[in-house]
């Protein structure tokens, strides 16, 4: 079986269409390409989004798969402590605000 290229123009198109909240599956379905194929170009599209160079060989790859999954949790983390100071800045508000001298 013949490998198939794509064009960036075409690979761009389907990592926004997955960006968009569209599933992957459906993206395939619709463009056919193949899962693997799409996951590697979405997974490309989040480390360059991050200034990350995407690996050619596999184990800085694995490497690059942990430091993808550590950004999200930070990323996850910095989320909940804006939203909890975003709350308790509106809860000071609600009780008076009075700051003690």
Same mark, same amino acid.
């Given at each position: ?10 690979? $761009?198109? +389907?990592?926004?269409?997955?960006? @968009?909240?569209?599933?992957? &599956? ?8 193949? /899962? ?6 979405? $997974?490309? +599209?989040?480390?360059?989004?991050? @200034?990350?160079?995407?690996? &050619? ?8 798969? /942990? ?35």
């Amino acid at each position: 079986m013949p490998k198939v290229v794509y064009t960036e123009e075409f690979r $761009r198109t +389907a990592v926004e269409l997955v960006a @968009g909240e569209m599933s992957q &599956k459906q993206v395939c379905a619709d463009m056919g390409c193949s /899962k693997s194929a799409l996951q590697s170009w979405v $997974r490309a +599209a989040k480390l360059e989004e991050h @200034g990350i160079e995407p690996a &050619k060989d596999a184990e800085e790859s694995r490497e690059q798969a /942990k430091m993808l999954r550590r950004i999200r949790e930070l990323e996850q983390e910095n989320k909940v402590l804006r939203e909890a100071a975003a709350y308790l800045s509106q809860a000071n508000l609600k009780l008076g605000g009075a700051s003690p001298k």
